[in-house]
């Protein structure tokens, strides 16, 4: 399960960085995942919450913002909104587009009580 193993590496990014600084409880994590990343919010959750038991992080939050797909026209320059995974300029009706977000999934940041 991809999900899992995503929920796995946060966890191990978040115990690191809050050994390191010495920080109290993590309340919320705060993630931005991207429309084309691949990750299921729901299941990330689901498995952020499973990997989570018994641990430091136990009853910590996953506050997740999906970031839209946006795409740049290679023949126009047209910078745009990619809706329903039509990658197609608005401008020109060109194809030969490069996506420019909605491709990450990224810790933004932490909420620490
Ligand atoms: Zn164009």
């Not at 990343?37 to 919450?49: I, N, R, T």
């Not at 999934?105 to 620490?112: G, K, R």
């Amino acid at each position: 399960m991809h999900e899992l193993s995503i929920a796995k590496e946060i966890i191990a990014i978040v115990t690191a960085e809050t050994e390191k600084k010495r920080l109290g409880r993590v309340e919320t994590i705060h993630l931005r995942i991207g429309a084309l990343s691949g990750v299921d919010p729901e299941a990330l959750s689901f498995g952020f919450e499973a990997a989570t038991l018994d641990t430091p992080l136990e009853g910590t939050r996953l506050v997740i913002e999906p970031v839209p797909v946006r795409a740049t026209c290679r023949a126009c320059g047209r910078e745009f909104a990619v809706e329903d995974l039509v990658f197609l300029c608005p401008g020109c009706r060109s194809v030969d587009v490069d996506v420019t977000q909605g491709q990450e999934m990224q810790i933004d940041h932490l909420v620490v009580e």
